[in-house]
């Protein structure tokens, strides 16, 4: 079965420089969410998308933007990277069943940015 | 979204059920009871949920309490690859896709051969 695919699998940038990641969620997902993972932490919730529409945000800096395309892809830009931004990042997507009640979300492999 | 507890760590022999307990005293009557694991560095695996009955499915049972103020995982015969960190998480149901998942600490489970 089709997974939720992301690229790149592995970044490495320098301080203050810009990075873009994407996430191809499993085909008729309507949903995408995106997470951080820093070292030794939980996954932190970032943002999500709804039918292209941003549809919750969380603990993302003002320096992360992120958008959903007409294919429902998304992307997370991130520019002026910090050391701290060196994490795993998840993208999740789901299907939101007619009658409303999520049966999981599924999330894929991650990318690991290290900024150095 | 309601808080969650659970025990920070936990062993279990390989073969033994591993019976992973989760408190959620404060949900409310249209939270559901989810359940994930993370492998390692791998991206978080949906494992069952939730509202009131118990469910089970090829992964693992769920038995939630009467008064639902609290859940255990029940993984039946536990392997070497069921090693990994298991998280319970409380979450409305949506019409809106709006529904975010937050990951609290989660429990460590270690299978020991």
């Known amino acids: 079965a089709a997974g939720v695919i992301q690229s790149p699998r592995h970044l490495i940038k320098e301080k203050r420089e810009t990075a873009t990641l994407k996430c191809y969620p499993i085909p008729r997902h309507d949903t995408v969410y995106w997470y951080q993972q820093g070292p030794g932490q939980d996954p932190q919730f970032l943002i999500s998308?709804?039918?292209?529409?941003?549809?919750d945000k969380g603990s993302i800096p003002d320096r992360f933007s992120a958008q959903q395309f007409s294919d429902y892809h998304s992307e997370l830009n991130m520019s002026s990277l910090e050391l701290g931004d060196s994490a795993l990042y998840f993208c999740a997507s789901s299907l939101e069943a007619s009658f409303g009640i999520n049966y999981g979300y599924t999330f894929g492999s991650g990318t690991r940015l290290t900024v150095v | 979204d309601a808080k969650t507890t659970q025990p920070t760590s936990m062993d279990c022999a390989e073969g033994r059920a591993a019976n992973l307990p989760c408190n959620h005293s404060t949900i409310s009557g249209n939270e559901y009871v989810y359940w994930y694991r993370q492998i390692h560095s791998q991206g978080p695996q949906y494992i069952i949920h939730g509202l009131k009955n118990n469910e089970t499915n090829e992964m693992a049972s769920l038995i939630i309490t009467e008064d639902r103020k609290s859940s255990t995982l029940i993984l039946p015969h536990a392997t070497l690859r069921d090693t990994a960190v298991y998280y319970c998480i409380v979450r409305v149901g949506s019409n809106f896709g709006n529904e975010k998942l937050t990951f609290g600490t989660g429990t460590r489970l270690t299978i020991i051969p």
């Open positions: 998308f709804y039918e292209k529409m941003q549809s």
